[in-house]
């Protein structure tokens, strides 16, 4: 399915059209979910530039339905939002009884890496955390570790 199709059978509109289409596609799909529009619009452009396509979604509840229908490569989520954080989006997809979603690469963007936290992530088996303000340099450096790409 098209990032368009996925956006269009959620009922959410899309923001932009895709540069590509899916034969066409970089190196993945990234769902960024932060309830901050400039923190999505840098994680988003960050990762656009290393040649993935993104879907956005401002809360984990949202973005728990774009999971399911569209299926990304991966999550760059928050932990602090609205309707459903990004801790129980975690679990959600963790959960999750098809491995193509249990088994999701996830990295953490969160303003909140204080040692109960990361303790609590680790359980959770989140492949990486990057702290707000987001180091743009850092989750360079995760994204493309987590991929292999070099």
């Known amino acids: 399915m ?10 959410i509109p899309m923001l932009r059209r895709p540069e590509t289409n899916d034969s066409e596609a970089g190196v993945g799909t990234v769902l960024v979910v932060d309830d901050t529009a400039s923190a999505r619009c840098l994680v988003t452009k960050t990762l656009g530039h290393l040649g ?23 999550v760059v989520t928050d932990l ?7 801790e129980q989006l975690v679990q959600e997809i963790r959960g999750h009884h098809d491995p193509r979603i249990g088994d999701l690469p996830i990295i953490v963007c969160s303003s909140k890496v204080d040692s109960t936290t990361l303790a609590t ?3 959770l088996d989140v492949d990486a955390v990057v702290p707000k303000p987001v180091e743009v340099r850092l989750l360079i450096e995760k994204a493309l570790k987590l991929f292999n790409i070099e």
Do not use: H, Y
């Open 80 to 86: 602090e939002m609205p309707r459903m954080g990004g």
């Open 2 to 11: 098209t990032i368009a199709a996925c956006w269009i059978n959620l009922g």
């Open 52 to 74: 993935f396509q993104t879907l956005v979604a401002c809360n984990g509840r949202t973005a728990l339905s774009v999971v399911r229908a569209c299926r990304p490569d991966a």
């Open 121 to 123: 992530l680790a359980k």
